[in-house]
């Protein structure tokens, strides 16, 4: 009598144990599922990631371990053009990572690497996550819109602007303001807005995302290091994130020995 | 349970295995520089700059809430580790390891770090597009994983304290 009292005192509590990993399963299949079926149901839209489009699959990620070839494409261009080093930055301009990076290691790169004709950067856009659009092409296509009338400091003005302006997140400002930022530096806004309202730089967004999802670009901010070519094309070392400015500087600096 | 909580031998290999699990996660993140930095040909000095250096992408390329949830999960599991090593090395024969221990601490890892930036063992696996799509975009697993491991340290404590009763 006793025993059984023992071994219904053991059972019950791996009764509760088997109830719980069986619950934990299915919450899990739920939650993968769930990422699935949401993943799928996004293909209906004019949603672009990473370059897929309904009728215009891309190649999936790679993930390279080695130095990755990237092109700088004809994509803008900060500092001298004759520097040693490039860094092609692929960025988001509604990523907080990206403004992060904006705003705490870029003015020190600027400064150290960029200014003094050591380093320059190409920046080239990726949009990895589904909610920071439309707003993250529309601030793409609108800096490009800049860059036609001001070339590529122009582009970095602007650049510089939406960083600056944006809070992030996929709503982190108007469209509306996107001519107003245009005003404010000086450019010819009726132009601008038809550039605008043209999409006439959406493919050269979508070929950058193209480019960023062979190169093995996951994310955003991400960035090649490299030995500058006279074709643009750089073997580049990858940093992923919003990296602290040591990082770049330890890398930067190895490379320019 | 407090003696069993806050004893030498419990808090030092729990915060020892979730240092680890904080570094790994933060290195995990530029896997593919790392591998190529400390496999090359580089000076000794770099490297070990450069790994200096990359940790402090914990504070740079993470969110509050992401860094928060990170040191908490990687706290959990050094103490779920800790038990189930106490529990292997007192009892012999353990048949059946807690399932909510490994399924947590493997989804602090895929959970852990930027979710914008790239999850770091789905980046590895070239998969972190995928939690993009998820409504919190990867955070929810970490309150998963967070979930699966205190429920874990729950049982695994309590099962420690009930061994010792005859």
Same mark, same amino acid.
Request: proline share 4%; charged share 15%; net charge positive.
């Given at each position: 009598m006793q025993n059984n009292m023992q071994d219904k005192k053991v059972v019950e509590p791996l009764n509760k144990n088997l109830a719980m990993v069986c619950g934990t399963i299915i919450l899990v299949s739920l939650v993968i599922a769930g990422a699935v079926l949401y993943s799928n149901s996004?293909? $209906?839209?004019n949603v672009v990631i990473n370059g897929n489009t309904p009728n215009n699959q891309q190649p999936q990620n790679q993930q390279p371990t080695g130095p990755v070839s990237v092109s700088s494409d004809d994509d803008p261009v900060l500092g001298?053009?004759? +520097?040693p080093l490039t860094m092609i930055e692929f960025s988001d301009y509604e990523c907080p990572f990206c403004k992060r990076h904006f705003t705490d290691v870029y003015p020190q790169l600027k400064k150290d690497y960029i200014d003094t004709g050591k380093l320059k950067l190409v920046f080239r856009d990726f949009i +990895? %996550?589904?909610?920071?659009?439309p707003l993250a092409t529309s601030q793409a296509i609108a800096a490009s819109c800049a860059k036609d009338q001001g070339g590529d400091s122009m582009y970095f003005r602007y650049h510089d602007a939406i960083f600056t302006k944006t809070i992030s997140n $996929?709503? $982190?400002? +108007? %469209?509306?303001e996107l001519p107003a930022i245009a005003k404010s530096l000086g450019l010819n806004v009726s132009t601008f807005q038809g550039c605008l309202d043209s999409n006439k730089y959406k493919d050269e967004v979508t070929k950058d995302i193209a480019d960023a999802s062979k190169a093995?670009?996951? $994310?955003?901010?991400s960035f090649f290091v490299g030995k500058s070519t006279s074709n643009g094309t750089i073997n580049g070392t990858i940093i992923v994130g919003a990296q602290p400015f040591a990082a770049f500087k330890v890398i930067i600096d190895e490379m320019l020995k | 349970m407090i003696r069993l909580l806050f004893g030498r031998k419990f808090i030092i290999p729990t915060l020892v295995i979730a240092s680890l699990y904080l570094i790994t996660s933060t290195y995990l993140m530029n896997f593919r520089l790392l591998k190529m930095t400390l496999l090359g040909s580089f000076a000794l000095e770099y490297k070990a700059k450069l790994l200096v250096a990359l940790l402090g992408g914990m504070w740079t390329a993470m969110s509050g809430f992401g860094l928060v949830m990170l040191i908490i999960i990687a706290i959990l599991t050094g103490a779920n580790l800790t038990l189930i090593f106490k529990r292997v090395i007192d009892i012999r024969s353990f048949g059946k390891l807690n399932f909510f221990a490994s399924f947590g601490s493997a989804f602090g890892f895929i959970a852990s770090g930027c979710a914008a930036c790239g999850l770091p063992i789905l980046a590895l696996l070239g998969l !972190? !597009? !995928?939690?993009?799509?998820?409504p919190f975009q990867g955070a929810e697993l970490s309150i998963i994983s967070f979930v699966l491991l205190a429920i874990s340290f729950y049982m695994m404590a309590r099962s420690e304290l009930k061994s010792k009763v005859c």
């Amino acid at each position: 009598m006793q025993n059984n009292m023992q071994d219904k005192k053991v059972v019950e509590p791996l009764n509760k144990n088997l109830a719980m990993v069986c619950g934990t399963i299915i919450l899990v299949s739920l939650v993968i599922a769930g990422a699935v079926l949401y993943s799928n149901s996004n293909k $209906g839209n004019n949603v672009v990631i990473n370059g897929n489009t309904p009728n215009n699959q891309q190649p999936q990620n790679q993930q390279p371990t080695g130095p990755v070839s990237v092109s700088s494409d004809d994509d803008p261009v900060l500092g001298d053009k004759n +520097a040693p080093l490039t860094m092609i930055e692929f960025s988001d301009y509604e990523c907080p990572f990206c403004k992060r990076h904006f705003t705490d290691v870029y003015p020190q790169l600027k400064k150290d690497y960029i200014d003094t004709g050591k380093l320059k950067l190409v920046f080239r856009d990726f949009i +990895a %996550v589904p909610s920071h659009n439309p707003l993250a092409t529309s601030q793409a296509i609108a800096a490009s819109c800049a860059k036609d009338q001001g070339g590529d400091s122009m582009y970095f003005r602007y650049h510089d602007a939406i960083f600056t302006k944006t809070i992030s997140n $996929g709503n $982190g400002m +108007a %469209v509306s303001e996107l001519p107003a930022i245009a005003k404010s530096l000086g450019l010819n806004v009726s132009t601008f807005q038809g550039c605008l309202d043209s999409n006439k730089y959406k493919d050269e967004v979508t070929k950058d995302i193209a480019d960023a999802s062979k190169a093995g670009v996951n $994310g955003t901010p991400s960035f090649f290091v490299g030995k500058s070519t006279s074709n643009g094309t750089i073997n580049g070392t990858i940093i992923v994130g919003a990296q602290p400015f040591a990082a770049f500087k330890v890398i930067i600096d190895e490379m320019l020995k | 349970m407090i003696r069993l909580l806050f004893g030498r031998k419990f808090i030092i290999p729990t915060l020892v295995i979730a240092s680890l699990y904080l570094i790994t996660s933060t290195y995990l993140m530029n896997f593919r520089l790392l591998k190529m930095t400390l496999l090359g040909s580089f000076a000794l000095e770099y490297k070990a700059k450069l790994l200096v250096a990359l940790l402090g992408g914990m504070w740079t390329a993470m969110s509050g809430f992401g860094l928060v949830m990170l040191i908490i999960i990687a706290i959990l599991t050094g103490a779920n580790l800790t038990l189930i090593f106490k529990r292997v090395i007192d009892i012999r024969s353990f048949g059946k390891l807690n399932f909510f221990a490994s399924f947590g601490s493997a989804f602090g890892f895929i959970a852990s770090g930027c979710a914008a930036c790239g999850l770091p063992i789905l980046a590895l696996l070239g998969l !972190s !597009s !995928s939690a993009i799509y998820l409504p919190f975009q990867g955070a929810e697993l970490s309150i998963i994983s967070f979930v699966l491991l205190a429920i874990s340290f729950y049982m695994m404590a309590r099962s420690e304290l009930k061994s010792k009763v005859c």
